[in-house]
């Protein structure tokens, strides 16, 4: 069994078309850069698949997300770091123990609304809430087996 992820980026024209993560990883890690998203942000689908890659794979996570890039074509670390402190910081209320009937709760209603603008501000800047037909068409490029009796499409892919 193999595990390994896929991503799909939405095109100019609002298709989704293969974005391999050798690509991606690059342009993460600073190596070579995506010219073609350079300045821009990319509503991006973020798979997980797990499976043998030849039959009965599938996705066991499916994330959809803006991803930034900067004037070069490297994703952003700034955007980056950002969205990291933003999801550290939404877990802050995690931290206070379950409400029990007359404990002493402390600081835990700032932390948790400084989660609570946390989480709300992620969903702002990063959250990509997909149309129905959107989640189907990347459904069906990753799991078809997911969908009711979808056909495949053909597969474009970014070079």
Not at 12 to 28: E, K, N
Not at 36 to 56: L, T, Y
Not at 91 to 98: I, L, Q, S
Request: with cysteine; charged share 30%.
């Amino acid at each position: 069994m193999s595990v390994w992820r896929r991503y799909l980026v939405k095109d100019m024209t609002g298709r989704l078309v293969d974005l391999p993560s050798s690509l991606l990883d690059r342009a993460d890690d600073g190596t070579a850069p995506l010219p073609h998203f350079a300045g821009r942000c990319v509503e991006m689908v973020a798979a997980v698949i797990v499976g043998d890659r030849k039959s009965q794979a599938r996705v066991t996570e499916l994330a959809f997300t803006k991803l930034y890039f900067d004037q070069m074509g490297y994703v952003d670390a700034a955007k980056r770091e950002r969205m990291i402190r933003l999801m550290l910081e939404s877990c802050a209320d995690r931290r206070c123990p379950p409400p029990r009937q007359g404990a002493h709760q402390g600081n835990c209603a700032h932390l948790s609304r400084r989660a609570v603008a946390a989480r709300d501000q992620l969903i702002r800047e990063f959250g990509w809430e997909p149309k129905p037909d959107e989640r189907d068409a990347a459904l069906s490029r990753l799991d078809p087996s997911r969908l009711r009796s979808a056909p495949p499409e053909p597969v474009p892919t970014l070079h």
